[in-house]
């Protein structure tokens, strides 16, 4: 800018302009300009820094920081379009800022460097996303355990193997998946943790010889921790792998749900059928109802391990500290959080509109001898040792084959000639309803042990919500919002 050419942040040692190729190759600004908002605040909290050290006095101050603030403030509410021929959104913000407050603007970037600048903006950016995850997950979670509420003696089989084990109750099957969900939202609160971590100070590498205050650019970020080494600073990027990993886990967790639905409501299973509002028809056969938005969350986790596996390798082999790879970490990461994001929302579309066929779960509890286990544990109550007791329990499978019937339609006296010991009161363990309801043991399908486990589950969603609602905007951007940047100064 100093040679009069806009948008360059560097000129003093150059002769000539960058090729275009190369300016065009070399540029973020297509996609980092969605983090103009973090870069804002980031700058906030420096020039707040630089202006409580005296590094940036009266004036200056006032200028930079309510420059950055209007800048903020039109960009907030669509006023300013973030765009231009920069190569990224920290020259454009540098060079917006010098248009409207002339050459104080060329102070803000002391003791500072676009390498603990742009490492800033993406620890607010994945912070602000991560929290964001979270609540989407809870919201998918709502609605899993107000169904599972209502089917606690909703009998289903429950499957290893894809093939049918033994009897479980809806609700035992759809808080399974809560539970896989609720590991997530503390994987992505822990990611979030992790993330504040405060970098700005450390410069390009090797810290300021200006006496800077980097614990005060960490107050003002609410960041609870300050790096503890300048080269380290600008190279970590495990914040973002560890944000890419917990979206990777979660869009698997999410697909393994979404093959259930596909899954469950073919004809073959039918256990549910999706609401119009939820199913695609087919271009050719008018019967079709297909699950197309759980075949694409199916497919979606295709993309965040994409990610995740794209950021590791682009960090493998990396020499401290700062590299140009280092910009390749942004589409990466935005594309797995962009895609958690949509199939979050449209999971939690998609499980409400799911209608649920106790019928047909009721049916295919039938023909696959389900409750052979519960006859066998039966025999083990009456002292049976459990080899023998498989055994026995087997061969009354055998005979129901050979009858075309259930266990359950088994004579007592047909069931005596395979398990001498069992009594009048086995038939309450050979049928579905009752060998699910003795399953009493811990975690287990027993309508009071689901109740715990409901009760449990909202417990973990009440500790959810309160992060949500303890998870504060930086300080910085609090006195943005209340005017509150040149108090005390
Ligand atoms: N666009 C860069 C990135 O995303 C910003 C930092 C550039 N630093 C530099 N020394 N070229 O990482």
């Not at 603007?105 to 607010?124: E, F, W």
């Not at 193997?161 to 009897?167: F, G, I, K, T």
């Amino acid at each position: 800018m100093s040679d009069g050419k806009p948008g360059k942040l560097w000129g003093g040692r150059f002769g000539a302009d960058l090729d275009p190729a190369l300016h065009r190759f070399t540029a973020s600004f297509p996609f980092d300009r969605r983090l103009v908002r973090h870069d804002l605040v980031g700058s906030l909290a420096h020039a707040r820094m630089l202006a409580e050290t005296g590094i940036l006095t009266g004036d200056d101050a006032r200028a930079v920081l309510e420059g950055l603030a209007g800048i903020l403030r039109d960009v907030e509410e669509g006023r300013l379009a973030v765009e231009g021929p920069e190569e990224d959104v920290h020259t454009w913000i540098e060079r917006v800022l010098r248009e409207r407050v002339g050459e104080a603007a060329g102070r803000l970037h002391t003791a500072r460097s676009r390498n603990d600048q742009v490492a800033t903006a993406l620890r607010l950016y994945v912070r602000e996303r991560l929290r964001e995850l979270v609540g989407r997950v809870a919201e998918l979670q709502e609605v899993w355990v107000h169904q599972a509420s209502g089917h606690l003696e909703t009998w289903m089989p429950g499957y290893t193997h894809l093939q049918r084990a033994q009897p479980v109750s809806l609700a035992h099957h759809l808080l399974a998946h809560v539970w896989a969900l609720n590991a997530d939202a503390r994987r992505l609160q822990a990611a979030h943790h992790h993330a504040g971590v405060s970098v700005l100070g450390a410069g390009a590498l090797a810290g300021s010889p200006l006496p800077i205050r980097p614990e005060r650019s960490a107050y003002w970020l609410g960041f609870s921790a300050l790096f503890p080494n300048s080269l380290y600073a600008v190279a970590d990027r495990d914040f973002v792998l560890e944000a890419a990993f917990a979206a990777a886990v979660l869009l698997v967790h999410l697909s393994r749900w979404a093959e259930e639905v596909v899954l469950w409501s073919s004809a073959e299973f039918g256990f549910v059928e999706l609401d119009d509002t939820v199913a695609k028809g087919s271009s050719l056969m008018p019967q079709k109802k297909n699950p197309e938005a759980a075949e694409l969350i199916r497919a979606k986790a295709g993309r965040g391990i994409a990610a995740l596996a794209g950021l590791l390798s682009a960090l493998k082999g990396l020499p401290f500290s700062y590299n140009s790879d280092l910009q390749e970490d942004k589409e990466m990461l935005f594309d797995a959080l962009d895609t958690a994001a949509g199939c979050l929302e449209a999971a939690r579309v998609l499980a409400a509109g799911m209608r649920y066929r106790p019928d047909r779960m009721a049916r295919a509890l039938e023909g696959g001898f389900l409750t052979a286990t519960d006859l066998a544990d039966y025999l083990v109550r009456r002292g049976v040792p459990f080899r023998q007791a498989h055994e026995q329990a087997g061969r009354a499978v055998r005979e129901a084959e050979a009858r075309g019937c259930e266990l359950w339609e088994l004579s007592l006296d047909v069931l005596r000639s395979c398990c001498p010991q069992v009594e009048g009161d086995v038939y309450d363990a050979l049928r579905p309803e009752g060998a699910g309801r003795a399953r009493r043991s811990h975690g287990g399908p027993a309508p009071e042990r689901v109740a715990e486990q409901l009760e449990a589950a909202l417990r973990e969603l009440e500790t959810t919500r309160a992060w949500l609602a303890a998870a504060a905007d930086p300080p910085v951007y609090a006195a943005y919002r209340q005017g509150q940047l040149l108090q005390g100064l």
